[in-house]
C-alpha cells in the first residue's frame, strides 16, 4: 500500500517555547471536525508564542520603557515619549497574518490622530519565520506602503532588546501586541488589537488621548493574559517531547507520546492525538494503522467525540488524511 505520509502537527523546526498561533488560539483548542495534520498548515502560519514571564516585571500604570531599536525603518525616530503625547507601540512580524491584517487599522488611526497620536511598529521575531535583515524588512514596510502609515523599528533579530523590554518584561507572549502609552508617559493598556478585543483597544485609545485611561481594566486585561500565556507555556511543555519524536523521525516514541497525551487529557488531545498516532504508524507499520483506524471507525462514541459522527465522513477523513484507500467500504 502506497500512502504519501502527511505532516505532522508541530513537526517544523521551533526555538523552544515557540510555536504559531492564529490569534491566540492553541491548535488543541480548536473545536473542529478538522483532523490536526489539516489545522497545523494555517496554524503554524501566522503568530508566535513566547514563554510568559513568571512575575511581570512591567505592568499597567508603570513608566513605558524606552524603544532601543536596532534600525529606524521608517518615519521620525521615537527616542523618547512627549509629554501630552500619547502612543501605540505595536509588535509585529513579517510573516504574521494577524500583525498583517491589523496594518491598515493602524495606519487610519495615525492618521485620524495625527499631531495627538504617534504609532510605531516594531518589528521582533523576524528570525523565527522571515527574513531577518533589515533590507529585507525596509522592502516589505515599502511594499506595504499606505497600509503602513506610521512609525517602523526593528529589533536586534539576535538580542532582541525590545521584545525583552516590553513584551517578555509585560508577560506578553503573541503577536500582534498593541501597548498604549498615555500623555504622561505611563503604560495604559496592552493586548491583541483583533477580533474580540479591537473594541477594547479603539476605546482604551480614546480614552487616552482623552486623558481618561481606566487603568483597572486594563490591569484586569493584563492578568488574563499572563494566565492565558501560563497555560500555553504548560501545554508546550507537554508537547514536547513528542514534537522532539516527530522532528528526528522516532515514530515509535511519537506514538507512544501520543497515547500518554490523550491519556493525560482526553478532552483536548483525542482528536489531535489520534491523527497524529494514524500517520505515525504509517510511517513504520501500516498494517497497524489500517487496524487503528478500523478499530476507531468502528466506534460511533469515538468518531462523535472527534466530530465525524459519520462513518462515510470518517473514512474519507482518514483517506484524505493519509493519501490512500485505508478502507474501500466503511462498515
Known amino acids: 500500500m502506497q500512502i504519501k505520509i502527511p505532516p505532522f502537527p508541530f513537526s517544523s523546526p521551533e526555538t523552544s517555547l515557540f510555536i504559531r498561533i492564529i490569534q491566540d488560539v492553541i491548535i488543541m483548542n480548536l473545536p473542529s471536525p478538522l483532523p490536526a495534520v489539516a489545522l497545523v498548515c494555517v496554524t503554524l502560519a501566522v503568530s508566535g508564542v513566547a514563554g510568559a514571564a513568571d512575575s511581570p516585571s512591567l505592568r499597567i500604570g508603570d513608566p513605558a520603557p524606552p524603544i532601543q531599536a536596532m534600525a529606524w525603518i521608517k518615519g521620525e525616530p521615537v527616542e523618547a515619549f512627549q509629554s501630552g503625547h500619547v502612543y501605540v507601540v505595536e509588535f509585529w512580524a513579517t510573516w504574521c497574518g494577524p500583525c498583517i491584517a491589523v496594518m491598515p487599522h ?57 521584545f525583552k523590554a516590553w513584551m517578555n518584561a509585560a508577560g506578553a507572549f503573541g503577536i500582534p501586541t498593541s501597548f498604549i502609552v498615555d500623555g504622561g508617559g505611563r503604560l495604559v493598556w496592552m493586548g491583541n488589537p483583533m477580533g474580540a478585543r479591537l473594541a477594547d483597544f479603539d476605546h482604551a485609545l480614546e480614552q487616552a488621548l482623552a486623558g481618561n485611561s481606566d487603568l483597572a481594566a486594563a490591569k484586569i486585561l493584563q492578568a488574563e493574559a499572563n494566565a492565558q500565556a501560563e497555560a500555553r507555556r504548560r501545554k508546550q511543555e507537554e508537547l514536547r517531547p513528542l514534537r522532539e519524536a516527530q ?33 505515525a504508524l504509517v510511517a513504520f507499520d501500516e498494517s497497524q494503522a489500517l487496524d487503528l483506524a478500523k478499530q476507531r471507525g468502528a466506534d460511533p462514541v469515538f468518531r462523535q467525540q472527534i466530530g465525524l459522527a459519520d462513518a462515510g465522513a470518517y473514512w474519507n477523513k482518514v483517506n484524505e488524511v493519509l493519501q490512500g484507500d485505508l478502507n474501500p467500504s466503511p462498515e
Not at 117 to 122: H, I, N, R
Open 106 to 162: 493602524l495606519s487610519e488611526l495615525a492618521r485620524r490622530h495625527a499631531g495627538k497620536l504617534t504609532v510605531v511598529g516594531v518589528n521582533v521575531m523576524e528570525a523565527r519565520g522571515g527574513d531577518p535583515r533589515v533590507d529585507a524588512v525596509r522592502a516589505f514596510v515599502e511594499r506595504k506602503g499606505e497600509d503602513m502609515d506610521y512609525v517602523v523599528a526593528m529589533d536586534n533579530p539576535a538580542t532582541e532588546p525590545v
Open 247 to 279: 522532528q528526528r523521525g522516532d515514530y515509535p516514541v511519537v506514538v507512544a507520546e501520543a497515547h500518554k497525551l490523550a491519556m493525560l487529557d482526553p478532552g483536548r488531545y483525542r482528536a489531535m492525538m489520534f491523527w497524529t498516532e494514524l500517520a
